[in-house]
């Protein structure tokens, strides 16, 4: 193997995450940043989401997905970020050693001083679903047929049947009908889109195609080509309905039923993984139990917004280079952890050094069912400190609570956040 | 008085809306958090308008296919229109995000332009 080359950063994965951590890296003071990438062009996903909708948050217009990404691609190139592609990563090995590989080089090491895992996540399949009948072709993840229709020019089929209504899959319903597709039905196993409003608006209603909650494909026909499915209801405890049944002919079925972290490398390297968000378990830097490597994006947790990718980002990179600069050195203060409760699945960060947090925090977090008329409450320990009104809230669209640091430090005691949904 | 439930488009946020209506005037907009919402909400109820978004073919390129748009936003009954106008289209690479691909989509005055570099 070539000899060790060393660099400060190395972020893993060319994505939204990784362009913007490696931006906000090198403006924070080092020029030894690499961003190591396995596909042969840098913008992850955002190069096949072609709709609109991304920037609002960070430039203030309304971009596509590969004008997004563009933006930040030529910012990296400015910043002249280094950036290897078509390079797969082996391994995250113990002190920072990254085993990685492509065509030109072979199998290579880098020792990093700070690495930011920024791999993106990956389609739930059909294989996790446990659909019973045949395996014939025409099914396809969500996300597989938007990139054969927006960059391979190629139709999966005229007959639509899509399950799960998360956002790819209400995307592809639009994208399909405008190709020319008939859009038969959409079948969501929960009582609620797992998907964002807007994208139900505009993507089925505009369309005339029928949302179904609380349904589920029920079977699979044909033997090589698919050529039909049955959806039936499902009971409050997801079970299907016996005599609800309905059959559709169709010869593609869509599955848009979630989204996984794609975490290999991180267990590899020991990174402690919450079993709620499928990504890893960080502090209020963004680091994981691992010293010096830090996460963001999809990889930590699955965000529905490209923008608050970009933020969540920029702040990992800041964060590495804080630490390899030595002005993030573990002190010992105590931690404050953030427990999640009553309707509140999981926060992001989980844990606070309020001596190493930025002068304002953001903590992410979704709730686990639609509510109504409720309140965001926050406690320090025992005590109410917020109480927030919202007409409603659902898993499908992620939450956030700003933390001030001067108002932590207000409380020198504080042992436990906690964050959760109240009736009132 | 009539009232009309919306839910605006115009950001991920998704706030829900809701216009009151007067014979076909409009008396006023709730719910909306910015200006966009009441932007969206007044145009949803007398003009409905969408960005619309596709892929034309690309030839002799590094990629296939490259992504486009309506420049703005059309009519909402314009947009299989204009989704027509891209039939049979072929440019040549290289292609630039800005490049005009069709300069008046089915005659709305909007042009569709590239939203990717293909070299």
């Given at each position: 193997m070539s000899k060790v080359k060393e660099y400060d950063i190395v972020i893993i994965g060319g994505g939204p995450a990784g362009l913007a951590a490696a931006a906000e890296a090198k403006r924070s003071g080092t020029d030894s940043v690499l961003i190591l990438e396995?596909?042969?062009?840098?913008g992850g996903i955002l190069n096949q989401c072609i709709h609109n909708g991304f920037g609002?948050?960070?430039?203030?217009e309304e971009l596509t997905g590969p004008e997004y990404a563009a933006r930040f691609i030529a910012q990296a190139e400015e910043l002249g970020i280094a950036c290897k592609l078509n390079t797969m990563v082996m391994d995250i090995g113990s002190d920072r050693v990254i085993t990685a590989m492509n065509r030109q080089e072979g199998m290579f090491q880098i020792q990093a001083k700070a690495v930011i895992l920024a791999m993106g996540c990956r389609e739930r399949s059909?294989?996790?679903?446990?659909?019973?009948g045949y395996r014939p072709a025409?099914?396809?993840?969500a996300g597989t047929a938007q990139r054969l229709v927006n960059?391979?020019?190629?139709?999966?089929?005229r007959e639509v049947v899509i399950l799960g209504s998360g956002d790819i899959g209400l995307i592809m319903a639009r994208r399909m009908t405008l190709e020319?597709?008939?859009?038969?039905v959409v079948a969501e196993?929960?009582?609620?889109?797992?998907?964002?409003k807007r994208n139900i608006v505009q993507c089925l209603d505009d369309y005339g195609i029928p949302l179904k909650l609380s349904h589920t494909v029920v079977e699979i026909r044909g033997k090589e080509r698919l050529n039909g499915v049955t959806i039936a209801q499902v009971d409050s405890k997801g079970k299907p309905i016996p005599g609800t049944e309905e059959d559709y002919c169709c010869d593609t079925l869509l599955l848009s039923v979630g989204l996984i972290p794609e975490n290999e490398l991180s267990r590899g390297a020991g990174v402690a993984i919450s079993p709620?968000?499928?990504g890893p378990v960080v502090n209020e830097s963004l680091e994981?139990?691992?010293?010096g490597v830090f996460a963001c994006g999809n990889v930590l947790h699955v965000h529905d917004l490209v923008d608050f990718v970009s933020e969540e980002a920029k702040a990992a990179g800041r964060n590495a280079v804080a630490y390899v600069q030595g002005?993030?050195?573990?002190?010992?203060g105590r931690e404050i952890s953030i427990c999640p409760a009553?309707?509140?699945?999981?926060?992001?960060?989980?844990?606070?050094r309020r001596e190493m947090m930025d002068d304002k925090l953001t903590v992410r977090f979704r709730v686990g069912n639609v509510y109504r008329n409720c309140f965001i409450s926050m406690y320090f320990d025992g005590e109410r400190v917020m109480h927030r009104k919202r007409p409603v809230v659902a898993p499908g669209e992620m939450e956030e609570i700003k933390l001030e640091k001067e108002k932590l430090l207000?409380?020198?005691?504080?042992t436990t956040i906690t964050v959760k949904i109240e009736e009132e | 008085m009539e009232k009309r439930e919306l839910i605006c488009?115009?950001?991920?946020?998704?706030c829900p809306v809701t216009v009151s209506m007067e014979g076909g005037s409009i008396l006023g907009v709730e719910g909306n958090t910015c200006k966009r919402g009441d932007d969206y909400a007044r145009k949803e109820v007398t003009n409905p308008t969408r960005i619309v978004t596709s892929t034309v073919m690309v030839e002799g390129?590094?990629?296939?296919m490259v992504s486009v748009k309506t420049e703005t936003d059309v009519p909402k009954e314009k947009i299989f229109d204009c989704i027509r106008a891209l039939k049979g289209i072929v440019v040549k690479a290289p292609v630039h995000i800005g490049?005009?691909?069709?300069?008046?989509a089915a005659e709305t005055g909007v042009a569709i332009i590239a939203t990717s570099d293909v070299k």
């Open positions: 396995r596909d042969q062009e840098l609002l948050h960070t430039f203030k059909r294989g996790a679903l446990n659909i019973p025409g099914i396809y993840s960059r391979e020019g190629l139709l999966p089929g020319g597709a008939k859009v038969k196993l929960m009582p609620y889109s797992g998907g964002l709620v968000t499928s994981t139990n691992i010293e002005r993030k050195k573990n002190v010992s009553d309707g509140v699945r999981y926060t992001v960060p989980s844990t606070i207000s409380y020198p005691d504080l | 488009i115009g950001c991920p946020l998704g390129g590094t990629d296939a490049d005009v691909i069709v300069a008046n």
